[in-house]
């Protein structure tokens, strides 16, 4: 199947389910211009934009995995960071919150930075600093990323988040505001909906960290590499990154053990700036 008949089989469910495509596009985080253009083939669907539609049209089951298995095979499933800068980061977190915002069981593998939904607004600003971003696109992407937050205070969602105590201890920002940065990693592990675990320096680790990843819950994965985001729904895939997580979970420190470190850390980063 071509992306031009993806978007017939997509238009055809939105008919049948009798909304119009604005409902459909507010749904899906989406332009209605945006949707015109897949349902009319003039622009192939990412497997996150077909996600996102069906998604919205409430299609579930078998109808779902087959269609979401030919958007895969017809879609590119590495994306280059730099088409996301043309066409906003915002955009492209709000494409994450849509996402985000469907998902029971949210796993994060983090040995870079500290996750996207944990960063307080100093933090962003530190790890696009280097990218070009205009004054206002670097709010914009700021703004973006902490409205993302909001999923996190929703308890039918649950989120688990791993870390390595490298990403705890990279200097991205100034001393205090990585006091900052720890002390809201310290609150949100509080929430009853949300676990934070950081594999300590000390562990014996189960192999390399290699690069970030995200599981949402067994459907889909972004894995983050140097220059692009890769997505798959390959059955075989998501098992591989399941199981690297599983492997990193067994040694990370989690709830009070996981507090006690972060916050020894934390006053490192004070005491180093009163010495400043």
Request: net charge positive; hydrophobic share 45%; with cysteine.
């Amino acid at each position: 199947m071509k992306s031009t008949d993806i978007g017939k089989a997509l238009r055809k469910l939105r008919e049948a389910s009798g909304k119009q495509a604005k409902i459909v596009a507010r749904s899906a985080v989406m332009s209605p211009s945006k949707i015109s253009k897949i349902e009319n083939g003039a622009l192939a669907p990412s497997v996150i934009d077909v996600e996102r539609i069906l998604t919205a049209l409430e299609v579930r089951g078998e109808a779902k995995a087959r269609l979401m298995e030919v958007a895969r095979q017809a879609a590119t499933e590495a994306t280059a960071w730099r088409i996301y800068r043309r066409s906003g980061l915002h955009k492209h977190q709000e494409e994450i919150r849509a996402i985000e915002a469907s998902t029971s069981l949210l796993r994060v593998f983090q040995p870079s930075c500290i996750p996207g939904l944990l960063q307080t607004p100093e933090y962003v600003r530190g790890i696009f600093k280097d990218y070009g971003l205009t004054s206002d696109a670097m709010e914009k992407m700021v703004g973006a990323r902490l409205v993302r937050h909001e999923v996190l205070y929703d308890t039918d969602h649950r989120f688990h988040f791993l870390i390595t105590e490298a990403v705890l201890r990279w200097k991205l920002v100034e001393p205090l505001k990585m006091a900052g940065q720890i002390d809201r990693i310290i609150a949100v592990s509080r929430l009853p909906n949300v676990t934070i675990g950081v594999v300590p320096l000390s562990a014996r680790q189960p192999g390399l960290p290699t690069s970030a990843f995200v599981l949402f819950d067994t459907r889909l994965v972004t894995i983050e590499i140097p220059h692009a985001e890769i997505t798959t729904t390959e059955p075989p895939d998501i098992d591989l990154y399941v199981s690297k997580f599983q492997k990193f979970e067994a040694v990370a420190v989690a709830g009070d053990d996981m507090r006690a470190l972060a916050a020894d850390i934390r006053d490192e980063f004070l005491r180093e700036r009163e010495t400043s």
